[in-house]
């Protein structure tokens, strides 16, 4: 399914004061793969992130998109390029109906005459058909998080960029955003910086273990899992289960 170089970051890091958030990352991310950035806390992961969205401007080093540097643009430039971004505050328009949020996702790719069939296409696939006229701020956080992943879905970016998409949400919201992830991995390349391990039980393909503003480990979920050297800077004695994808 991976084919060729998408992203890729040559030395990039950043500090703020005195702190190495992130040191000299090598990274590469191939078409077709859904990667997750795991790590302990203050591992550098968010910063790494905020680096490939235009959110933080990195002080070393660079970051290629299809071999064009995008380090130091700014987010809206970097989603023009066909980068899908959802960073942990929610971008959805709060004062709109599910359908009208949609609707602005589903406008800049596709003619007004497929919009309406895309659309309720989303909405089953979100699980949301019946609060399709609900307004956003009403919605459940789960339901908030999930039309921002609809609003993912019928864009179609070429990359997706998703930070901590689990985050606040229960064992049954969890299993869902999974399953949108990997819906949305069927059409985009998906990088996601995430804390449960279930969740990333659930998705995982390629995992990127942060430690200490470095890559610690990267291979598979099972090969990250059972390296020592990952034991003991992040897992310690946490049980793992490996869900079958
Ligand atoms: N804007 C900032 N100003 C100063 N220090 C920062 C800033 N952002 C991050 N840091 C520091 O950089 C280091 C890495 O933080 P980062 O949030 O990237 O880690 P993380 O792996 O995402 O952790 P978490 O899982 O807790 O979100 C930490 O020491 C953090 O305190």
Request: proline letters at 2%; aromatic letters at 6%; hydrophobic letters at 45%.
């Amino acid at each position: 399914m991976n084919g060729s170089l998408l992203l890729q970051t040559q030395k990039i890091g950043v500090s703020f004061g005195g702190v190495h958030a992130v040191k000299e990352v090598d990274f590469s991310l191939f078409e077709g793969e859904l990667r997750c950035l795991i790590g302990p806390n203050g591992a550098g992961k968010s910063t790494f992130f905020k680096m490939l969205s235009g959110q933080v401007s990195p002080t070393r080093g660079q970051c290629l998109y299809r071999g064009k540097v995008i380090s130091g643009m700014r987010p809206w430039e970097i989603a023009r390029l066909g980068i899908g971004i959802k960073t942990q505050v929610p971008s959805v328009f709060e004062g709109l109906s599910v359908w009208d949020n949609l609707w602005q996702a589903a406008a800049i790719r596709l003619e007004k005459r497929a919009i309406a069939a895309a659309i309720d296409e989303v909405l089953q696939d979100i699980g949301l058909t019946a609060v399709k006229n609900a307004i956003l701020s009403e919605l459940a956080h789960g339901q908030r998080q999930w039309v921002e992943l609809g609003m993912i879905l019928i864009s179609r970016p070429q990359l997706v960029l998703l930070d901590e998409p689990a985050a606040g949400m229960t064992h049954h919201e969890v299993r869902k955003t999974a399953e949108l992830i990997k819906a949305i991995n069927q059409q985009s390349t998906v990088v996601v910086v995430e804390h449960d391990m279930e969740f990333i039980s659930m998705i995982a393909q390629q995992v990127t273990v942060f430690n200490q503003g470095a890559v610690l480990a990267e291979g598979t979920f099972a090969e990250v899992t059972a390296q020592q050297s990952v034991k003991d800077a992040y897992l310690g004695n946490m049980e793992i289960k490996h869900a079958a994808n």
